[in-house]
C-alpha cells in the first residue's frame, strides 16, 4: 500500500470513527447503555442546558483564624509544663488571645513562646494580659488552608463516587466564596442542603449518665454537672423534639479524623446502619477504649447531637457501627458526609438560583438553529468565493465539527451556552485557516506558478502563519480555564479543541483533498 493511499485511509477511518461518537450523542441515553456498539456515554449539557441547582456559599473564615488560636492557646499550655512557667488563664475568641499573667517573669516567658511561633503578633498588654492576634502573612496562610479544605470536602461530598452527582461543579469564588452547579433533577434541593451544610464532625464519647430531659438530668446533679462534662441530645430527626439527655465528658475519646471509610449496611432486622472502618492509629485507641468500657453505654456523635449510643459489649477493633432512626436515603446521606471529612469552618448559602429544563432547551434550540445558519452561510461564501477549493474547505469545515464533538463526546466534556458559542467560533476560525491558505495560492498562481507548484508553495507559506494565530488563540483559552469558572471553563476547553481540530482539518484534510485532485496531474488551471 502506497504511503498516499495508507494516509487517505487513515485520515478518513479518523474521520468516521469520530463522526460516529457524535452521531451517537443523538440516540436516546436508554438506547445507548442496552446498545454493545455505542458509547455509554458522551457529551453532557452544562447547567445553563439542562437546568438545575446555582449556589453560591460564603465561607465563614473568622471560625478558621478562631480555630488556630485555639490551638495556639493549647500548644502556650503544653509550653508552660514543660518549659516550668505559669499564666492564670488563656482565652481565644474575637480573633484574638488573650493570656492573663501575673508575673513580670512569666508574661516574658510567654512573650518568648509566642516569638517561637512565628505566627503571633502582640496587639496590646498591661499587668495583666498580654493579647495577641494571628500575623498578616499566618492570617493569610489559614484562610487559604481553610479554603483549600473546604473546596476539597465539598468536592469529595459532591462528587462521590457511591452518592455523588456527576457533572457538578465545585470552584472557588473569589477570596471567600464557593460556586457549586448542580445540573438537572439529580438531587432534592433541601436534600442537597443538608450534604453541604452538616460539617461532618464525628465523635465518639462515653456516656456518664442519660435521662429523658435535661430537666431530669440536671436534677439528678443537683442542678450542675461537672466542669469536664457537658450536655449532648439525641433528638427526632423530622421534629427535632428531644428523646434523650446524655451527660458525657467535654473531650472525645475518638473523632472522626481517624476514619478511613464509612458505607451503608443492613442490621439482623434489615434496617439500614452506617458502617465505619477507622485507620490503625485510630482502631488502636477505639479498642482500648471499649475494652475499659464494657457494659458502659458509647455516645455517636455527629455535630453535637447524639445518633445512637448502644451498650458496649465487647472489645470493638478498627471496625464498628452507626445505628439510629434511619431511612435508606439518610443512612446513605450520613456516609457521605462521614467519607468527605469534616468541614474545618461553617458555609451559610448566599446566593440560590434554579435554572429551569424549558429555558435550558430554549437555549439548546436556539444555539443549534445559530450553528446551523452560521456553518451553512459559511459553506455557500466558501463555495462561491473559492468554487472548488470551497467545496475542499467545507468538507474540512465538516470532519473538523466531526472531530471536536466526537472528542467531547469521548472524554464526556460537559457542553454549556458559551461552549455552542465556542463551536460557531471555531466554525469561522477552521475556514480562516483555508482563506489563508487560499489566498496564498492565488498569489502563487498570479506570480505564475503551476497550480501543483502553487498549491505546494501556499500550503508552506501559510502553515507558520496558521500555527502561529492558533497558538496564540490556545493561550489564550488555557488562561480562560485556569481562572475562569464553570461556564467560562466550557468554552476554553470547546476552543482549546476546536482550535486543533481545525489546524488539523486544514493542513491535513484540506491538503489530502488537493493531493486526490489535481494531485500530479498537470492541469493548466485551478479552480480557487
Do not use: C
Not at 517573669?105 to 495583666?128: F, H, I, M, Q, Y
Not at 457537658?230 to 472525645?252: C, G, N, S, W
Not at 488563540?473 to 480555564?481: D, N, P
Request: hydrophobic share 45%; no cysteine.
Amino acid at each position: 500500500m502506497s504511503g498516499f493511499r495508507f494516509r487517505v485511509i487513515a485520515v478518513a477511518a479518523l474521520v468516521a470513527l469520530f463522526a460516529f461518537f457524535s452521531l451517537a450523542n443523538f440516540v436516546p441515553e436508554e438506547r445507548r447503555i442496552e446498545s454493545p456498539l455505542l458509547p455509554d456515554s458522551g457529551l453532557r449539557l452544562g447547567l445553563d442546558l439542562q437546568g438545575g441547582i446555582h449556589w453560591v456559599l460564603g465561607v465563614k473564615l473568622e471560625a478558621a483564624i478562631d480555630h488556630e488560636l485555639e490551638f495556639l492557646a493549647g500548644s502556650l499550655t503544653d509550653a508552660a509544663e514543660r518549659d516550668g512557667f505559669e499564666f492564670s488563664d488563656v482565652d481565644a475568641e474575637n480573633q484574638q488571645l488573650a493570656v492573663a499573667v501575673f508575673t513580670e517573669a512569666n508574661a516574658a516567658k510567654v512573650r518568648e513562646w509566642a516569638g517561637r511561633t512565628g505566627s503571633l503578633v502582640e496587639v496590646s498588654s498591661d499587668e495583666d494580659q498580654i493579647v495577641y492576634a494571628l500575623s498578616k502573612d499566618w492570617t493569610l496562610e489559614v484562610e487559604q488552608r481553610a479554603m483549600s479544605q473546604v473546596l476539597e470536602v465539598l468536592r469529595r461530598r459532591i462528587d462521590d463516587p457511591v452518592r455523588g452527582i456527576p457533572d457538578s461543579v465545585v470552584t472557588r469564588q473569589g477570596t471567600d466564596r464557593v460556586l457549586i452547579q448542580i445540573p438537572g433533577g439529580q438531587i432534592d434541593r433541601s436534600r442537597a442542603r443538608e450534604i453541604i451544610k452538616v460539617t461532618g464532625f464525628l465523635e465518639f464519647k462515653i456516656v456518664n449518665d442519660t435521662a429523658p430531659s435535661e430537666e431530669l438530668l440536671l436534677a439528678r446533679h443537683d442542678g450542675a454537672i461537672p466542669d469536664d462534662s457537658e450536655i449532648i441530645f439525641e433528638r427526632d430527626k423530622e421534629t427535632q423534639r428531644v428523646l434523650a439527655a446524655y451527660l458525657v465528658p467535654t473531650a472525645a475519646a475518638v473523632t472522626g479524623d481517624y476514619l478511613t471509610d464509612a458505607r451503608v449496611g443492613f442490621d439482623r432486622q434489615q434496617r439500614p446502619i452506617v458502617e465505619f472502618q477507622f485507620d490503625a492509629k485510630g482502631g488502636k485507641i477505639f479498642s482500648e477504649l471499649t475494652a475499659e468500657n464494657i457494659n458502659e453505654r458509647l455516645a455517636i456523635i455527629l455535630d453535637e447531637q447524639v445518633y445512637s449510643a448502644p451498650n458496649i459489649q465487647s472489645r470493638i477493633g478498627t471496625r464498628g457501627q452507626i445505628t439510629g432512626r434511619f431511612t435508606m436515603q439518610e443512612a446513605a446521606d450520613l456516609a457521605v458526609v462521614l467519607r468527605a471529612g469534616s468541614l474545618s469552618v461553617p458555609v451559610v448559602i448566599e446566593e440560590e438560583r434554579t435554572v429551569g429544563p424549558a429555558l435550558g432547551a430554549d437555549s439548546i434550540d436556539r444555539g443549534v438553529k445559530a450553528s446551523v445558519i452560521g456553518l451553512l452561510l459559511i459553506v455557500v461564501f466558501s463555495i462561491g468565493y473559492y468554487r472548488m477549493a470551497g467545496v475542499y474547505a467545507s468538507i474540512a469545515l465538516a470532519a473538523n465539527l466531526f472531530l471536536l464533538i466526537g472528542i467531547m463526546s469521548l472524554f464526556g466534556a460537559t457542553l454549556t451556552l458559551p461552549g455552542f458559542a465556542g463551536l460557531v467560533l471555531t466554525v469561522g476560525m477552521a475556514v480562516d485557516a483555508n482563506v489563508i491558505i487560499f489566498e496564498r495560492i492565488r498569489e502563487e498562481l498570479r506570480a505564475g506558478k503551476l497550480p501543483r507548484a502553487g498549491i505546494a508553495t501556499g500550503f508552506n507559506k501559510a502553515r507558520w502563519t496558521i500555527l502561529d494565530a492558533n497558538f496564540t488563540t490556545i493561550i489564550t483559552a488555557l488562561v480562560l480555564f485556569e481562572y475562569g469558572t464553570g461556564p467560562i471553563k466550557g468554552f476554553a476547553v470547546t476552543l482549546s479543541i476546536g482550535v486543533v481540530t481545525s489546524v488539523f482539518a486544514a493542513l491535513v484534510i484540506t491538503r489530502l483533498l488537493f493531493e486526490i485532485y489535481p494531485g500530479n496531474r498537470h492541469i493548466e488551471s485551478l479552480s480557487i
